[in-house]
């Protein structure tokens, strides 16, 4: 088990950036990547980005791209978000999230990760 906390949370106005951190501890040894979702009122767990233990490879979902970045510090246990040119419609509780093993349904599905934290919340607004 994985056990992940997210912090950075907040308010802030539209064209703002904010960073989110997520402390990993327990068994991150046998974790492959550590990802980033939200979930926004009325709406289905939305994948944000994924960043690699191991050679830090990243993925980003499509609203997000250009504006986010993932990154790491290992010797920390820590992934970061970066998030800039924020919108109203980034406006979300923000999930940490831990692949321990390779899943067949890809990286930007939630059942393929094994932990998660209990979320951030995100609110720009207009």
């Known amino acids: 088990q994985v056990q992940l906390v997210e912090s950075g949370g907040g308010l802030v106005q539209a064209g703002g950036s904010l960073r989110l951190s997520c402390a990993a501890s327990g068994r991150t040894f046998s974790s492959l990547a550590m990802a980033w979702f939200r979930q926004a009122p009325g709406k289905e767990r939305e994948f944000v980005a994924r960043i690699t233990w191991r050679g830090g490879f990243t993925i980003y979902g499509d609203s997000v791209k250009g504006r986010f970045t993932i990154s790491r510090d290992s010797a920390k246990n820590t992934v970061y978000l970066q998030m800039n040119s924020l919108k109203p419609e980034d406006t979300a509780i923000y999930y940490c999230?831990?692949?321990?093993?390779?899943?067949?349904?890809?990286?930007?599905?939630?059942?393929?990760?094994?932990?998660w934290g209990q979320g951030t919340q995100v609110t720009v607004s207009a």
């Open positions: 999230a831990a692949q321990q093993s390779p899943s067949p349904k890809g990286p930007s599905e939630p059942t393929s990760y094994d932990s």
